[in-house]
């Protein structure tokens, strides 16, 4: 642990949360800095950018960045991006939080514990979804399998969803900040722009109402993001890889394109706190995940 500041001195650092898709990291992301900038869905692998969130209180900051899942298999352009966004993520950060589920450690989990293990940063260890466990002495032999699968800094068990255990998971990785400026003002909970945000709000929406393989293939381009004066005008392109996704993308008689747009915009008008008109169009890219044009156009940088 690093040791405590002097007076007046501030504390700031870098945080990468890891672990295998769908064990909760864009939940605790969205718990720990207090709002949603990380989307959520049921789905593996609906994290593909890193996403900067910052928890500012008084004297220290901690950014997060919250990488997309380690890839080792797809072999698409995309899956490579998403390797070098997490090996940049490890690279950086002053501390690795590596999010496990409580009682299931699959292999994935073990490929996450030794890309962490030869990296140079200390590794706190997270347990998430603890709600699901009634009794916590159930939790004692889960612990003890883990701790040997590194040296952690810390192991503890939370609930991103109910907040049980976050409060003391921020005193720990306060407490392990180098000393340093803060790298924004306090006021600002993430990097990344609302433009942004209202892209990944759609693609939430589809993923979750979406079946199969259809909502790998789409990514959301913001063509229009307009502050008015009374409202705020958002026009979106859905690009999906195949002519034969469009059809199901719009739904019958545009149903699904009108609850995805319905879905997206009402939780814009709470974000915002403004009016807010979303228009959403579907086009055709065949093969925009292996493309890196279409990629770079699409904001995978
Ligand atoms: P990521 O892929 O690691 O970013 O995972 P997400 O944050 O997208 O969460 C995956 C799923 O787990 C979603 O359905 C979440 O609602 C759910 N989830 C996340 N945290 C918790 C938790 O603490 N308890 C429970 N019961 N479910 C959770």
Redesign the pocket.
Known sequence: MTDAPTVGESRCGLVALV?R????????LNRLVGQKI?????R????RHTVNGVLSVAGAQVVFI?TP?LHEGGKQAINRYMNRAAAGALADADIIVV?VEARKLTEEDEAVFARVATAEAPVGLVI?????VREKVQLLPFIDALRQRGEFAFILP?????GEGCELLEQELIARMPVGEQLYPEDQVTNRSMRFIASELVREKLMTRLRDEIPYGITVEIERYDEGDSRTDIGAIIWVDRDSHKGIVIGKGGTMLRDVGSAARQELIRMLDRPVTLKLWVKVREGWADDENALHRFGYE
Do not use: C, F, W
Not at 21 to 28: D, E, F, I, M
Not at 38 to 42: E, L, N
Not at 128 to 132: G, W
């Open positions: 672990g898709p769908n064990v909760g990291k864009s939940t605790l990380s989307i959520v869905t049921p593996p692998q609906t994290t919250d899942g999010v998430n979804k603890v709600d699901r939370v609930s991103a969803e109910t």
